[in-house]
């Protein structure tokens, strides 16, 4: 079965600094990734997706994310975060070529707050 | 183009009783997802439908089921309502059948508690 860890539950960057959010998953064939960001109250927004090709992927509102295959990660990254940042960011693995449907299976999330 | 609407937004039902909730996708996206989110359990997949047919279950108790109809809305019911069942309800819109998860929208989801 797939599934997606996230490691840090919390992380705390002054706004300015640079900014990674781990995202390791467990998947049997090449998956199908993704980093959403959720604001209080709010649903899920994509920030980015990897499907194939290019093992470095950007996003909106100057996001990236690498995939790398050998460590089974897909980070997230800033290089310097602003105030409106501060959200909760969720890793979720698709099920890849395999099929499955649209189903995600997401991480626990990292909420991020940005100090001033 | 109108985003992925739900409704109601919030909602405050007793145990034991049962409760629907809907999802308008965005046109022309024929696919519709729910999840459950918990603090506890966190992002949790409940059921996907396309073309009107259930393509995909989690694992979740038969209290909880949905539909869609042929104008791709759809419906999620609940029944005998458990404290549990308190979430955020959210509906989650794509293109086409997809192949492991094709972009999907997300809406602003249903806030459901339950006393």
């Known amino acids: 079965a797939q599934s997606v860890t996230q490691p840090d539950i919390h992380i705390t960057v002054s706004e300015g600094a640079s900014l990674e959010l781990r995202c390791n998953y467990s998947y049997g064939a090449t998956p199908y990734l993704f980093w959403y960001v959720q604001s209080p109250g709010q649903g899920l927004q994509l920030l980015l997706k990897y499907f194939s090709g290019d093992t470095l992927v950007q996003g909106i509102k100057g996001f990236e994310a690498e995939f790398k295959r050998s460590q089974s990660s897909f980070n997230l990254r800033k290089p310097s975060v602003h105030w409106s940042d501060a959200a909760e960011y969720f890793c979720a693995v698709g099920a890849g070529v395999t099929g499955g449907g649209n189903k995600l299976t997401f991480g626990t999330g990292t909420q991020l707050k940005v100090e001033l | 183009k109108a985003g992925v609407t739900q409704t109601p937004r919030y909602l405050i039902k007793t145990r034991g009783q049962q409760v629907t909730l809907s999802c308008s996708p965005i046109?022309?996206?024929?696919?519709v997802s729910w999840y459950q989110q918990t603090p506890g359990q966190g992002l949790q997949f409940l059921f996907e439908y396309f073309s009107e047919t259930q393509r995909n279950k989690g694992n979740f108790p038969g209290r909880f089921s949905g539909r869609q109809f042929s104008n791709s809305r759809s419906e999620m019911n609940v029944s005998t309502l458990e404290l549990g069942d308190s979430a955020l309800y959210l509906c989650?819109?794509?293109?086409?059948?997809?192949?492991?998860?094709?972009?999907?929208?997300f809406g602003p989801g249903t806030r459901l508690t339950v006393t």
């Open positions: 046109s022309g996206h024929r696919s």
């Open positions: 989650a819109s794509s293109v086409g059948a997809g192949q492991g998860g094709g972009e999907q929208y």
